[in-house]
Every structure is written in structure tokens, then in C-alpha cells.
């Protein structure tokens, strides 16, 4: 059962444009909401996170929005440089061991 | 300067055979964590260990054995390796308190590829 849908798989943007990745989780008892970069080869590196009490943040050209009621999330990367390129996954954690459960992961082209 | 090793990263073995990935954190973490990559790139946590305590065994077969000797420290052993076997293995390691505090850093990932 994946309790972290994301969307969508791929996404291709211009070099400038707007790159705009969605997930929907169903478990109320998610309390922090990250979201993961991960160049090839390497391991992820948290990018930017939100918690639920909160309903935007903003980091560089990087911002989530965050709607409770709907159980969204979405990550939105401004003015996309190619160096964005990169397979994005967004996570939510729960539980006392702060147990990430992961979304199916966006590979970002970013075309120069 | 590595906060999160593994070795080896890369891995090649028959079916059968018997392998160990080895993690070390040297941020001072109490908790590490043990993820599976598939070739879809879907993350997946297999183990959680806090203070050398198991606090996390999802669905994995039991040819999976985690060992932490210390804080700092989280092997995986697996036994008789198959062909579904074959991902990339990923540590990573948090601090639990306070509980404001939250990223998980990540390792570089073993690639293990079983033939």
C-alpha cells in the first residue's frame, strides 16, 4: 500500500520555467513532509521540508505548499536551471522511530 | 569528512552466496536506518536501529539481518542471496531528539547486483 502518491513520473521544463511536482498522502498521522533530491549515483540530500501546521515555505528558488485539508503537498522550483536535473522524491514521516515513507520519485529533465 | 560511508559501492555475487554492506555516521546520530532502491527507484525502508535497538523490521525476509555494534555503526548481512535481491542499498542516519530536529542524511548506496 503506498501511503505517498506522487506525480508526476517525469516532467521535461525549459531552462527558466517552472518545474511543479505533486504528492497526496492519506495517513493523518504524518507530521513532517520532506522532499528529497537525488543525483545519479549518489544518495538523497534533503532539499526542503514543511510541517503541517504551516502552509508555505520558501527556500531560494525552491517552495512547497503544503494544503492539510486536501492531504497535498507540492514542490515548486522557480526560474529551473539545468543543474536541477535530478530525480525528486517527496517523503512524509510518523511514528517514533521518524520513519520516512517515501513518494514514487519525478525525474526532472531541465533542458538548457 | 564523510558523514554517512558505506562499502563496499559496488557489489557483484552469485545466488546463494552471502554478503555484508557495512555503514558507518559520524555526526553523532542515535538512530540509522537501512532503505531499498529498487530499479524503479522506489525508496523503501527495510530497518530502523536507535541506540543499537531495533525500533523498525518492515516486511523483509528474514535472509536480512541487520547488526549494529554501536551508535555509529550499522552492518547488513544477507544470506543466500537471489536475483530480487539485486538494488542499491542506502544508510542513512538521523538525531531523535529534540524531535524539531529531523533530516536524515543519507549514504552513497551499495549497488548490489546478484547473477
Known amino acids: 500500500q503506498q501511503q505517498v502518491k506522487q506525480s508526476p513520473q517525469s516532467l521535461i521544463v525549459q531552462k527558466g520555467g517552472i518545474s511543479i511536482i505533486n504528492c497526496a498522502y492519506e495517513n493523518t498521522a504524518f507530521d513532517y513532509f520532506p522532499w528529497y533530491q537525488q543525483f545519479p549515483g549518489k544518495g538523497p540530500a534533503l532539499l526542503i521540508a514543511?510541517?503541517?501546521?504551516?502552509s508555505e515555505k520558501k527556500e531560494g528558488r525552491f517552495t512547497i505548499s503544503f494544503n492539510k485539508s486536501a492531504k497535498q503537498f507540492s514542490l515548486h522550483i522557480m526560474d529551473s536551471q539545468p543543474g536541477d536535473s535530478a530525480t525528486y522524491f517527496c517523503a512524509a514521516r510518523t511514528g517514533s522511530a521518524r520513519q520516512l515513507t517515501f513518494g514514487s520519485g519525478t525525474q526532472l529533465t531541465v533542458l538548457p | 569528512d564523510t558523514a554517512v560511508s558505506q562499502t563496499p559501492k559496488y557489489l557483484v555475487t552469485q545466488m546463494g552466496n552471502d554478503k555484508s554492506i557495512k555503514c558507518e555516521q559520524n555526526?553523532?546520530?542515535?538512530?540509522m536506518y537501512w532503505y531499498k532502491q529498487d530499479s524503479k527507484k522506489f525508496l523503501k525502508i527495510m530497518f530502523s536501529?536507535?541506540?543499537?535497538?531495533?525500533?523498525i523490521n518492515e516486511t523483509v525476509p528474514n535472509r536480512f539481518s541487520p547488526k549494529s555494534p554501536d551508535k555509529a555503526h550499522l552492518n547488513l548481512h544477507i544470506n543466500s542471496l537471489e536475483l530480487g535481491d539485486s538494488a542499491v542499498y542506502f544508510c542513512a542516519s538521523t538525531k531523535q531528539w529534540p524531535r524539531r530536529s529531523h533530516e536524515q542524511y543519507f549514504g552513497p548506496g551499495t549497488r548490489l547486483t546478484v547473477t
Open positions: 514543511i510541517r503541517p501546521d504551516v
Open positions: 536501529y536507535n541506540n543499537k535497538e531495533l525500533i
Open positions: 555526526l553523532g546520530h542515535d538512530t
